[in-house]
Each structure stands twice: as structure tokens, then as C-alpha cells.
């Protein structure tokens, strides 16, 4: 079973920048990122292939976050600019059992979460 870890999480003051990183113990399928955010239910924000050549964003996350895969150094980014307090949340990193994402964030792998707070 894959291990998947995160780090990249902190206090980020709104409109500021922060890049979270999931380091996987083997090669695995699809990963992506889903947040959960206190008293709400868990959101898919983007996913990445097996390959890195394709990815899907939540549309919250267009047009600010960026996912990116590194194979070499078996990690996945997630690149967060334009930060508002909305996307206070716990960010998890997972895996898929299918090499793409398709169209829900259906996944059978977790980290255990990095925590992300956006506040003055």
C-alpha cells in the first residue's frame, strides 16, 4: 500500500503564497489534493496523472493553484498563490487506484493532512 506524506503547511497571511509537497513511497497512480475545511465536507481541489502530462482543478483552485509532479524525486506540488481565508483548511494528498483523474475524487490512499490557516 502506498504512503503518501505531506508537508508545506502554515500560517500564510490573505493574498500570500504557500506550496504544499507529498513525497509517495512508490509509484503510484493518479494523486491529488482534497481539503476539508472545519465543519464542511471534503473538496477535490486538483489531481494529476500518473504521468504529470495531464490535471484537473476544482474551480475554486483555477487560475491560483498549480499541481506538479516530479517523478525522480516521487513528489507532488501543489502551488498556492492568491490565498484567501476560504481556503483555511486541512489539505490532504492522495492517490488514485487508476492512472488518471477522471472526474471525481474517488481515492483509495491518504496522507495524513497538513494543516493550512490563512489569516491576518
Known amino acids: 500500500q502506498p504512503q503518501l506524506v505531506e508537508s508545506g503547511g502554515g500560517l500564510v497571511q490573505p493574498g500570500g503564497s504557500l506550496r504544499l509537497s507529498c513525497v509517495f513511497s512508490?509509484?503510484?497512480?493518479?494523486i491529488g489534493w482534497v481539503r476539508q475545511a472545519p465543519g464542511k465536507e471534503r473538496e477535490g481541489v486538483a489531481c494529476?496523472?500518473?504521468?504529470?502530462?495531464?490535471?484537473n482543478y476544482s474551480d475554486s483552485a483555477k487560475g491560483r493553484f498549480t499541481i506538479s509532479r516530479d517523478h525522480a524525486k516521487r513528489t507532488v506540488y501543489l502551488q498556492m498563490n492568491s490565498l484567501t481565508p476560504e481556503d483555511t483548511s486541512v489539505y490532504y494528498c492522495a492517490a488514485k487506484q487508476t492512472p488518471w483523474c477522471g472526474s471525481t475524487y474517488d481515492m483509495a490512499y491518504w496522507g495524513k493532512g497538513t494543516l493550512v490557516t490563512v489569516s491576518s
Open positions: 494529476i496523472d500518473r504521468s504529470g502530462g495531464s490535471t
Open positions: 512508490e509509484f503510484t497512480m493518479a
